[in-house]
């Protein structure tokens, strides 16, 4: 049960782009099309962004879109705004349970 | 409008039990699987453990298991998390999560503290 690898920190302008990785094995995020995203603002719960790798719930803008190739899964955030400053945490189901990154601290510059 | 809201935590000695409670509202707490995801203070988003709808499978973090126990009440629509022989390392902000796309709703944590 070890965590997802994702970048400690990541940063962008307003506008701009940005792509956050989240490296598993092929025993969650290589086997399982069951990748999420959640954003978590400072004091605040989670909330998801991503599901199933790229599916977006209802209320989450465009901007946000997930993808996977192998055992990597990406977030991309375009057209950055300054409310997307927050914590970013991936999660893939691993058969039996869940793991999650490590977190990823997303600055807008 | 689907609601969780998580109860139960405080301050605790190592060695000592607490008993976590996630009241649901909202939507058919019987059909979903409810997963328990723990945040140390200033850490990241660690799974606790899960159970399905009806309670007959659960699952655990390895660093939980044999510790904790997690169950439900499907009548009164209520998740619960005993956490017994406590330690240090459990200190944390314990959500209850639904589970459909992704966690898809989370309550707003209950703190857990262990020390002595």
């Known amino acids: 049960q070890s965590a997802l690898t994702q970048p400690r920190s990541v940063s962008g302008s307003p506008g701009q782009s940005v792509a956050i990785s989240c490296t598993g094995t092929s025993s969650d995020v290589g086997a399982y099309n069951y990748v999420s995203w959640y954003q978590q603002h400072p004091g605040k719960a989670p909330e998801v962004m991503i599901y199933?790798?790229?599916k977006r719930p209802s209320g989450v803008p465009d901007r946000f879109s997930g993808s996977k190739s192998g055992n990597t899964a990406s977030l991309t955030i375009s057209g950055l705004q300054a409310e997307d400053e927050a914590d970013y945490y991936c999660?893939?189901?691993?058969?039996?349970?869940?793991?999650f990154g490590g977190g990823t601290k997303l600055t807008v510059l | 409008e689907v609601h969780l809201v998580e109860s139960g935590g405080g301050s605790v000695q190592p060695g000592g039990s607490l008993r976590l409670s996630c009241a649901a509202s909202g939507f058919s707490f019987n059909n979903y699987r409810m997963h328990w995801v723990r945040q140390a203070p200033g850490k990241g988003l660690v799974w606790v453990s899960l159970i399905n709808s009806d309670g007959s499978i659960t699952n655990y973090a390895d660093s939980v298991k044999g510790r904790f126990t997690i169950s439900r009440d499907n009548a009164n629509n209520r998740l619960f998390l005993q956490m017994n022989s406590l330690r240090a390392e459990d200190t944390a902000v314990y959500y209850c999560?639904?589970?459909?796309?992704?966690?898809?709703?989370w309550g707003q944590g209950t703190l857990v503290t262990v020390s002595s």
């Open positions: 999560a639904r589970d459909q796309d992704g966690l898809g709703y």
């Open positions: 199933d790798v790229s």
């Open positions: 999660c893939s189901y691993a058969g039996t349970h869940l793991v």
